[in-house]
């Protein structure tokens, strides 16, 4: 199945691509009667503006990468379901891995969300996980990545979350499990 494109709709209607990029974005330097055509002839062709081609432009995904050993658990079940919540409100996309405890697995997890351009990662490191020197590198280069759970004690999480001074917070006021109240800070991320 071919997809109606922003081009296709330009030829139809003779006019610059840029102009039906300008109408879909609202922006003020289009007339009002151009706009409406362009967005009525754009339906009746079936277009829709490519969600993936706009967050590129943005350069931010509204995507964010969590990792955990397993879903069965109830405990990150819970979790998930609480980061779910805070970060639907907020217009971003929840993507979902499992380890199934295998150290291997979790790294090909975090390299695959890392090459699908997430904004973040929430990691839920496996038992035998050998991995925190690529998460700080990672983070070294300015990814923001958050910890829960298991963490060697030589890898503080305070280390990853740098921003907690400066109160950059990725999920305030959440109710995560046990009937307690958590706070997480997301460097770069501001929701």
Sequence with gaps: MKHTTIKDVAKRLNV?????SRAFNDKYDIKKET????LKTAE????????IAQKLSQKKTFNIGIVVPEFVNEYYSEIIIGIQEVFISHGYQVLI??????????????????????DGLII????????MN?????????????????????????????????????????????NTKKYITFPGIKI
Excluded: W
């Design 97 to 118: 891995m499992q380890s199934d405890e295998n150290a291997d697995q979790e790294l090909a997890n975090v390299k695959t969300l890392i090459n699908n351009m997430v």
């Design 35 to 38: 706009k409406e055509l362009i």
């Design 44 to 51: 009746e062709m079936g277009y829709h503006p490519n969600p």
């Design 134 to 178: 690529f998460y700080l590198k990672q983070y070294q280069k300015g990814y923001p990545i958050v910890f829960m759970g298991r963490v060697e004690e030589s890898y503080q999480p305070q280390k990853y979350c740098s921003t907690i001074k400066s109160g950059v917070s990725l999920l305030p006021n959440t109710s995560f499990v046990n």
């Design 16 to 20: 610059s691509i840029s102009s039906v």
């Design 124 to 131: 839920a490191p496996t038992m035998e996980s050998n991995n």
